[in-house]
T-cell receptor, first 117, second 114 residues
Framework: DAGITQSPRYKITETGRQVTLMCHQTWSHSYMFWYRQDLGHGLRLIYYSAAADITDKGEVPDGYVVSRSKTENFPLTLESATRSQTSVYFC????????????????FGPGTRLTVT | AQSVTQLGSHVSVSEGALVLLRCNYSSSVPPYLFWYVQYPNQGLQLLLKYTSAATLVKGINGFEAEFKKSETSFHLTKPSAHMSDAAEYFCAVRRNTGGFKTIFGAGTRLFVKA
């Protein structure tokens, strides 16, 4: 089915372990984003990508690594998970449309609930 | 710098009553403004967006929002709440002069009482 998917939907891991969250979109959108959602903080941008092989830091990048070798995939890796990284992670994508009414709205995946014990 | 403030982390209304969720923004340039809705255990989905074409914007599920530049506000309203409107709502702002970054508010959880 077309859309944006995330896997796994739920993950429990231990402190210090590496974990990778997957994100896949079928629209060929140029932009992709990773957010974390924590109570009282809304959504905070971790990393973003403007195109394949182009990534950059967002608001809270420490402890995370991303890559984008293909347009449709944007995995997020926690190199050594910490309890403070317990959160719900959302992937999103957006078109790169030029024009007066281009709004660049974002399309979100269903989220991954990550618990670090 | 852009920012978004949503007034009230929780709003409770009775079924059939007016829904009013408040959002104020700050932006040094004319912005794009969005309202997203998040149902339990789901991602965010777009309710409506303001892109400078019209100040009153109609969205899905009977919601609408009015852009008021003088008040730097973009409040979300619905004349009559339905139980299915219970969700979390996020206001977001994005510069319309290029770039990608969208700033989200902290969210307002809407409760609808029978």
């Amino acid at each position: 089915d077309a859309g944006i998917t995330q896997s796994p939907r739920y993950k429990i891991t231990e402190t210090g372990r590496q974990v990778t969250l997957m994100c896949h979109q079928t629209w060929s959108h140029s932009y992709m984003f990773w957010y974390r959602q924590d109570l009282g903080h809304g959504l905070r941008l971790i990393y973003y990508s403007a195109a394949a092989d182009i990534t950059d830091k967002g608001e809270v990048p420490d402890g995370y690594v991303v890559s984008r070798s293909k347009t449709e995939n944007f995995p997020l890796t926690l190199e050594s998970a910490t309890r403070s990284q317990t959160s719900v992670y959302f992937c999103a994508s957006s078109e790169s449309v030029k024009g007066a009414f281009a709004s660049y709205e974002q399309y979100f995946g269903p989220g991954t609930r990550l618990t670090v014990t | 710098a852009q920012s978004v403030t949503q007034l009230g982390s929780h709003v409770s209304v009775s079924e059939g009553a007016l829904v009013l969720l408040r959002c104020n923004y700050s932006s040094s340039v004319p912005p794009y403004l969005f309202w997203y809705v998040q149902y339990p255990n789901q991602g965010l989905q777009l309710l409506l967006k303001y892109t400078s074409a019209a100040t009153l914007v109609k969205g899905i599920n009977g919601f609408e929002a009015e852009f008021k530049k003088s008040e730097t506000s973009f409040h979300l309203t619905k004349p009559s709440a339905h139980m299915s409107d219970a969700a979390e709502y996020f206001c977001a702002v994005r510069r319309n002069t290029g770039g990608f970054k969208t700033i989200f508010g902290a969210g307002t959880r809407l409760f609808v009482k029978a």
